[in-house]
């Protein structure tokens, strides 16, 4: 099996991409940013005067920060870094190729591939290394590609 897709740069879904490849350590941020952002407000609510400004400067900037990197990131990757990205998926492995970077594995080597409804992201060493866009796929070769990952035991739902 040999399936071919080629993708165009899309800041919308670069940015998407981004999120989900980093949806845990977003999820993490969110959670300290907003526990940070309640005590500061809960503070200044109760006139405590140290609380407030220590707590809710740095709560709204841990919040909105990693939504600006991930817009930022999406905005350089498909503005100045603007490339299109031809991913190849066969029996073996999966490979992507860009004109400024080649990557792939052998889904040996691959631990699990996280189906978050828009992109399987394709961990290996515990890390989320890339995300394929596989609602761009064709839906024969979605299928094809699913039930292979479902074989190898590697689809994980999200």
């Known amino acids: ?10 800041r ?7 999120r989900a490849r980093m949806r845990g350590s977003l999820r993490s941020w969110n959670m300290i940013g907003g526990g940070l952002s309640v ?3 809960s503070a200044l609510i109760l006139g405590l005067p140290i609380g407030a400004g220590l707590l809710l400067t740095p709560g709204v900037v841990i919040l909105v920060g990693p939504w600006l990197l991930t817009r930022a990131a999406a905005k350089a990757r498909t503005g100045v870094f603007a490339e299109t990205a031809t991913y190849e998926i066969t ?6 190729f860009t004109p400024s970077m080649r990557t792939g594995y052998e889904w040996s080597a691959v631990e699990r591939v996280e189906d978050n409804g828009e992109f399987w992201i394709v961990v290996v060493g515990g890390n989320g290394l890339f995300v394929l866009p ?7 070769e979605e299928r094809k590609v699913r039930d292979l990952l479902s074989e190898r035991g590697l689809l994980t739902p999200v």
């Not at 099996?1 to 899309?10: E, F, N, Y």
């Open 134 to 140: 596989f609602t761009l796929l064709p839906e024969p």
């Open 39 to 41: 005590a500061g407000l």
């Open 1 to 10: 099996m040999l399936i071919t897709l080629t993708v165009q740069p899309d």
């Open 91 to 96: 029996d073996t492995g999966v490979r992507v």
């Open 12 to 18: 919308g879904r670069t940015r998407r991409a981004l």
